[in-house]
């Protein structure tokens, strides 16, 4: 097919999309407008976005470039890297083969690997489905040498099987692209043929997914957007990393409109059985009885209630999202051509599904006169029942609340009924439960993924009390940290005030609390810095969730 005629056909498919009356009017439209337009300027990369609504497409769109240097605007049958939206695929493919009675998802992995450490003995193949085995990551896969290679699915695996386990099966949830690597493997080995064969040949062929592909580097795609990333002065083009690596984890391209197809798919019952599909959408129990935030090869949640389905991908170049949401039928994807933070799809999408089922993440602030805002401050952590930990801070700065999660920014929190907040242009409600006597004693955190349920606790909040230190007491931090290769903390002065810049971001000033001891106003974060005995600094400390060393270069 000419690509004349590919496009003539694509404006005509846009046309009766527009002139539809199924579920779409104006202000929703300009709604999602807004969103996208923000999320992709007109000339920067780009990304499409489809929404549909019991199988029929309501909007489709494209917003800025498909490619920066020939000035190629994005169309709505552009073709992307998917990510890790290719662990669905790769989790139906290993339901299909039990379905077929070719394998268990009990069967330990030894049973397909036959040279295995014997610390891989106890892992089950729903261990990996689920990423809660203990494997390692494939760390050095993304070293540069290692990465621009060529290797084998089971050169992948070879090269993590000698790493010690983080934890045993079972034990806990860690997401590793490791899993599903091993797992495309196994498909190999029980179907008799390559993943992309396997793969084309019992999902895409079936279902009419014909801008769908396994990609591989030198093979010619056509309508393929181009890949790009933040630079140190602006856009780049992505860097080189051969797909080899990807496999089973990552590796499929698709477009908006086939990834549609896929989702209802599933959903009608056309890709796995009813008994298979509510097991890979019920949350995995660990062996101590707390639930996972996933089940086989799906992320989970809901907005505003209504329950979702679907996964994030991220690869180099690339970022997507897909959510279907089965309650309504309504489906969402957003796919964009830069790896890149201020380009992310997700929180969009998340946006976009809410107006979709007329559910927005919109609330309506009201005064708190007469209620004691100092009753909802505290320490607040995760309920014993969540796998994943977090720690809350509310608390009380000149008459207004905010929340903190530990290592991450101050929020200012606004009340929309009692006892219940919201964070502006945010995804997150705060919904605070009281005893008989009137007590709060904890705090739902209500978010399209992962809400949480939190405890207060009797732990008292921390307060760093800024100091005065002159120009001399501050230059011996002056200097350049390493925190990663070619990802440097310049730390700089301007009059008797620090300031810490990370490679290619904004400037911040850092405010003494002690002596060799910073922090960061709106956020949970410290630098710390580390002399010798000589009183010579050699190291800054960043302390932020968790501790990150940063070697002094210069």
Not at 108 to 121: A, G, L, N, Q, V
Not at 149 to 161: F, L
Not at 216 to 232: F, P
Request: net charge negative; aromatic share 12%.
């Amino acid at each position: 097919m000419t690509a004349i005629l590919l496009n003539f056909l694509w404006i005509i498919s846009l046309t009766l999309v527009s002139t539809t009356a199924f579920g779409q009017d104006k202000e929703k439209e300009e709604k999602y407008d807004k969103l996208l337009n923000d999320l992709y300027p007109a000339d920067g990369p780009g990304g499409t976005a489809l929404i549909a609504n019991n199988g029929q497409i309501v909007y489709l769109k494209a917003f800025g470039k498909a490619n920066l240097e020939l000035d190629v605007d994005m169309q709505p049958y552009h073709v992307f890297r998917i990510g890790s939206i290719t662990k669905e695929f790769t989790a139906c493919a290993i339901l299909k083969l039990m379905e077929e009675g070719k394998l268990s998802l009990q069967d330990t992995i030894t049973k397909y690997i036959e040279d295995s450490p014997p610390y891989w003995h106890h892992i089950t193949i729903e261990h990996l489905l689920t990423h809660t085995c203990g494997i390692s990551g494939f760390s050095k896969a993304f070293e540069e040498e290692f990465g621009k290679k060529d290797h084998t699915p089971k050169e992948m695996i070879d090269s993590i099987k000698n790493e010690p386990m983080d934890f045993a099966p079972g034990e806990k949830y860690y997401y590793a692209n490791s899993q599903y690597h091993i797992l495309g493997y196994i498909i190999e080995k029980v179907s008799g043929k390559t993943y992309e064969a396997y793969i084309e040949e019992n999902l895409f062929q079936p279902l009419g997914m014909k801008n769908s592909y396994y990609e591989k580097d030198a093979e010619i795609i056509i309508n393929r957007a181009s890949g790009y990333q933040e630079g140190l002065t602006g856009y780049e083009n992505d860097s080189y990393f051969s797909t080899s690596n990807y496999f089973s984890e990552g590796a499929l391209l698709s477009t908006v409109e086939d990834l549609s197809t896929w989702h209802y798919a599933v959903a009608d019952g056309k890709v796995l059985s009813k008994e298979s599909l509510e097991k890979a959408l019920t949350p995995f129990i660990l062996n101590n009885g707390k639930a996972t935030e996933s089940g086989y090869g799906w992320s989970f949640g809901n907005i505003q209630g209504s329950p979702w389905f679907g996964h994030n991908g991220s690869a180099v170049g690339y970022l997507s999202t897909a959510l279907f949401l089965p309650e309504e039928k309504v489906f969402v994807a957003v796919l964009g051509n830069c790896f890149c933070q201020a380009h992310a799809p997700w929180d969009v999408a998340y946006k976009i599904a809410g107006i979709a089922i007329d559910k927005p993440f919109e609330w309506t602030e009201i005064s708190l006169n007469d209620i004691d805002l100092e009753s909802y401050t505290g320490v607040y952590e995760s309920d014993s029942l969540f796998a994943s930990y977090e720690q809350r801070i509310i608390s009380l700065e000149e008459g207004k609340l905010y929340s903190t999660i530990k290592g991450r920014r101050k929020l200012q929190i606004f009340p929309y009924k009692k006892d219940n907040f919201f964070i502006k242009n945010g995804l997150t409600t705060l919904k605070f439960q009281r005893d008989r006597k009137g007590q709060i004693t904890g705090v739902n955190v209500e978010r399209p993924k992962s809400p949480v349920i939190l405890k207060r606790t009797d732990k008292t909040i921390p307060v760093y009390t800024a100091i005065k230190l002159n120009s001399e007491a501050l230059e011996k931090y002056l200097g350049k940290y390493e925190l990663q290769p070619n990802l440097i903390f310049e730390i700089t002065m301007k009059g008797d005030q620090l300031y810490a810049q990370l490679s290619g971001r904004n400037k911040f000033e850092i405010i003494p609390y002690e002596d060799n001891k910073f922090f960061i106003s709106g956020a949970d974060a410290k630098f710390i810095f580390n002399s010798n005995d000589q009183q010579v600094v050699m190291s800054m400390t960043l302390a932020q969730d968790q501790e990150f060393q940063c070697k002094k270069i210069e």
